[in-house]
T-cell receptor
């Protein structure tokens, strides 16, 4: 079946603008994760959604970052007032409930100029 | 808190030689451990996982890893390297309280170079 999809694949934005990144998880996967990959920080966990439970936001770096998951499926990661240090590849992953393995999308490369 | 240390940001081996990528973890509870591979400009692909069953775990593409609790290690090996194995490899840990289904903590990654 189809894997995790993310859009856009690339996004260039000016400092101070807001951006929205989209993730479509694998059908039937109840858990959804966002990670950030940058040269300086490596792979960092941002946020985790599991079914209808309150999300685990413990990895979000600042209150400029937020995420929603509508209908238990598609998720949007929003970064407000972008800064140059937000430039990174944002990866989304999904998994079945109770399963450890996470399946990753191709990522969105965000460049803040 | 949990953490992962991957020894060697770059590892170079000859084609046909043994591949050994090192991973040590720190976790206050029995961990779930994973190895992922990332090819250029692609997402991460799961190679294998340890979830407290057999300590020797076999994965895809001929890779395997052994969980050693006494050494807090989960090193990745492959008997014979192939040119197509050139990629970035990440070790990751989950503390297991969510059945392994919570956010992963990743190591910094090891870039595997295969010499012809």
């Amino acid at each position: 079946g189809a894997g995790v999809s993310q859009s856009p694949s690339n996004k260039v934005t000016e400092k101070g603008k807001d951006v929205e990144l989209r993730c479509d998880p694998i059908s039937g996967h109840t858990a959804l994760y966002w990670y950030r990959q940058s040269l300086g920080q490596g792979l960092e966990f941002l946020i985790y959604f599991q079914g209808n439970s309150a999300p685990d936001k413990s990895g979000l770096p600042s209150d400029r970052f937020s995420a929603e998951r509508t209908g238990g499926s598609v998720s949007t990661l929003t970064i407000q007032r972008t800064q140059q240090e937000d430039s990174a590849v944002y990866l989304c992953a999904s998994s079945r409930e109770g399963q450890g393995e996470q399946y990753f999308g191709p990522g969105t490369r965000l460049t803040v100029t | 808190a949990q953490s992962v240390t991957q020894l060697g940001s770059h590892v170079s081996v000859s084609e046909g030689a043994l591949v050994l990528l090192r991973c040590n973890y720190s976790s206050s509870v029995p961990p779930y451990l994973f190895w992922y591979v990332q090819y250029p400009n692609q997402g991460l692909q799961l190679l294998l996982k340890y979830t407290s069953a057999a300590t020797l775990v076999k994965g895809i593409n001929g890779f395997e890893a052994e969980f050693k609790k006494s050494e807090t290690s989960f090193h990745l090996t492959k008997p014979s390297a192939h040119m197509s194995d050139a990629a970035e490899y990440f070790c990751a840990v989950s503390d297991g309280t969510g059945g392994g289904a919570d956010g992963l903590t990743f190591g910094k990654g090891t870039h595997l170079i295969i010499q012809p």
